[in-house]
């Protein structure tokens, strides 16, 4: 398993910590500050996912015009748990 914390950038929420499994399987997240009904939502529904599945559906998702979201930041922050 691999555990990273990615810090993000542009949302509400600080930091994600998520674990990926040897089969690249999302096993865990967990976001630090932001809307806690919305990113502990996203959290759930990514756990039991494979990896790649998880950046497709999620990369590109903007708030409010600000070019990028909490579900975007948790596609970027899987992205780097290679």
Request: hydrophobic share 35%; with cysteine.
């Amino acid at each position: 398993m691999k555990t990273i914390q990615y810090k993000t950038k542009g949302t509400c929420s600080r930091a994600i910590e998520v674990t990926v499994d040897e089969n690249d399987i999302v096993t865990e997240v967990r976001f630090i500050g932001g809307c806690h009904g919305n990113t502990q939502g996203v959290a759930k529904l990514a756990v039991g996912m494979k990896r790649e599945d998880v950046i497709a559906k999620l990369r590109g998702i903007d708030c409010g015009g600000k070019g990028t979201s909490c579900p975007d930041q948790l596609a970027r922050a899987l992205e780097q748990a290679v």
